[in-house]
């Protein structure tokens, strides 16, 4: 089954593998990280393609201004050929995203995130909403491989969980809404 990927970039670093983080490690870890979202700002390929794995998959949730949502997958080459194009190359100074935080580290493979500097209540609400949105896709997914492989207690484990996560979905986005000063 696919890696489930959450608004995080899995990086992998050729040549040395990481067996705890050491500081070394940990400054290897973000300086790859920089590289990709810098490389996706400067729209310097040579940058973008240092930091992805060549099997990379990258999940996002996108919203239309009607609101209705979509997941969209996006590979390594998909992100090189969009720096290429100058991708982030329009976003304004005080809107990039250069605050690294890791969250994993295992073998030779971290997961990180690079986040918004004094983002507001409403933002951080926001991306949990999407995040929680691209986890209820991949559910949905594993339950639909578990039921073509005939395992009906996987398939009604995630069926189970799917609906948590809907109505943990449903109250962020009521939050949302609301306009009671919370996220304003």
């Known amino acids: 089954m696919r890696t489930l990927v959450l608004a ?11 067996q705890a983080q ?8 973000k300086q790859t990280a920089l590289d990709y979202i810098e490389g996706w700002y400067e729209g310097n390929t040579e940058r973008m393609e240092r930091a992805l794995h060549p099997e990379l998959a990258k999940r ?6 009607e609101g209705a949502s979509r997941l969209d997958q996006m590979s390594a080459m998909t992100l090189v050929q969009g720096t ?15 605050d690294v935080t890791i969250l994993d580290v295992f073998e ?5 995130k690079v986040a918004e500097r004094d983002a507001t209540m409403r933002a951080m609400i926001e991306e949990a909403d999407r995040n929680l ?16 492989a005939n395992d009906a207690g996987t398939n009604d484990l995630f069926a189970r ?18 306009h009671d000063g919370l996220t304003s």
């Open 8 to 18: 995080c970039v899995f990086l992998v670093f050729t040549g040395a593998a990481v």
């Open 22 to 29: 050491s500081t070394t490690d940990a400054g290897a870890i």
């Open 60 to 65: 996002i949730v996108r919203t239309n201004a």
């Open 84 to 98: 290429r194009r100058g991708g982030g190359k329009n976003t304004l100074k005080e809107k990039q995203q250069k």
């Open 108 to 112: 030779n493979a971290a997961s990180v």
């Open 133 to 148: 949105l691209v986890v209820i896709q991949e559910m949905r997914e594993g339950a639909r491989l578990a039921d073509e």
């Open 161 to 178: 969980t799917v609906q948590i996560h809907e109505k943990h979905e449903w109250w962020l986005r009521d939050i949302l809404k609301k």
